[in-house]
Structure formats: C-alpha cells, structure tokens
C-alpha cells in the first residue's frame, strides 16, 4: 500500500506487475525506511595520531558499510 501512495498507482496497477517487480520495490522501500531520507551518515576516519584500535574499528565499519551499500544498492543504484 505504501508504494501505491508514493507513486500514486493503484493496488490493482502494482497487483498486475511482475512479481520480480514488486519484490526490487519493496526492498527499495525497507531499504528507504533503514537509511532514511538523508542516506546514511558517513564515516568519519579517526583524528591522525589516533589509536590503531581505532583505525581497525574504523576498517570494520568501513567494510561492513560496503557489503550493506552491496546488499542494499545492487548494480551501483545507491
């Protein structure tokens, strides 16, 4: 119903789509409802001279944010 709302189409117009279809939509908009309408933030690097613990945690984060980005925007859409 949400995507009827936001395009303006109707149960019946989104129920005719291909199912494939429908299912990228929905995920656009679980991905939408997750990052928001700004984006995710982005991470920052530590200040120079910072701990190397912090550079590793900055690494991980940095790495999980690319497999979400992956996950979330395939084919490069994010």
Do not use: K, N, Q
Request: glycine fraction near 12%; proline fraction near 12%; aromatic fraction near 10%.
């Amino acid at each position: 119903m949400e995507l009827a709302l936001r395009t303006g189409w109707t149960p019946g117009t989104i129920g005719s789509l291909p199912a494939a279809f429908r299912r990228a939509c929905h995920w656009r908009l679980w991905v939408g409802a997750v990052v928001g309408p700004e984006g995710l933030p982005p991470l920052a690097a530590p200040e120079p001279g910072a701990p190397a613990d912090a550079y590793r945690r900055w690494g991980e984060a940095r790495r999980a944010r690319a497999a979400f980005d992956a996950a979330a925007f395939p084919e490069g859409e994010g």
